[in-house]
């Protein structure tokens, strides 16, 4: 029987995240986003997370326990930042941005209607991780757009310029 490179319920790119106590942080995406534990795997020792699958709408997230021992499995709270966003499309924007910030994320910008076409904020949660949180609302041409990213940025005295 032939094996799929891609393993069902997987797309091409799957977030895979490191957080220091991956076992509030999966309780967290629960009560935040709504995830589903598809599974958690202890660490060598039996404690901590060495690897999780979560499922948030119809995509898989990945995480595990921050690994001090390996300077590459850090977390965001050691890097003391972070250096990218998991970006989740959803039905309600407000609501979902509302139920996470309820959850315990901290607020970095209130959804707004976006030049692009999208209803959109962001939030970071407890572990550091950025999240921006969208609901597409129109289908714009790139033209369309740029304008919308012009009066945006004049709007905001030069920021982004």
Request: proline share 7%; with cysteine; charged share 25%.
């Given at each position: ?25 999966i ?18 020792d ?86 921006s ?14 304008k ?14």
């Amino acid at each position: 029987m032939a094996v799929s490179a891609i393993p069902e319920g997987f797309h091409t790119i799957t977030p895979h995240m490191v957080v220091k106590d991956a076992s509030k942080a999966i309780e967290f995406y629960k009560k935040a986003f709504g995830a589903e534990e598809i599974m958690r795997m202890p660490g060598p020792d039996g404690t901590g997370v060495m690897h999780a699958e979560l499922r948030i709408g119809n995509s898989p997230v990945m995480l595990c326990d921050e690994m001090p021992q390996m300077e590459y499995m850090v977390s965001p709270q050691s890097l003391k930042g972070t250096t990218m966003c998991v970006h989740l499309y959803v039905e309600d924007a407000d609501k979902v941005y509302k139920r996470a910030v309820d959850a315990g994320a901290k607020p970095t910008m209130p959804p707004m209607d976006a030049f692009w076409g999208d209803r959109y904020g962001k939030v970071t949660d407890p572990f550091g991780h950025e999240w921006s949180i969208a609901t597409h609302k129109q289908d714009l041409t790139p033209a369309q757009i740029g304008k919308g990213a012009e009066e945006f940025f004049k709007n905001m005295g030069g920021c982004g310029q």
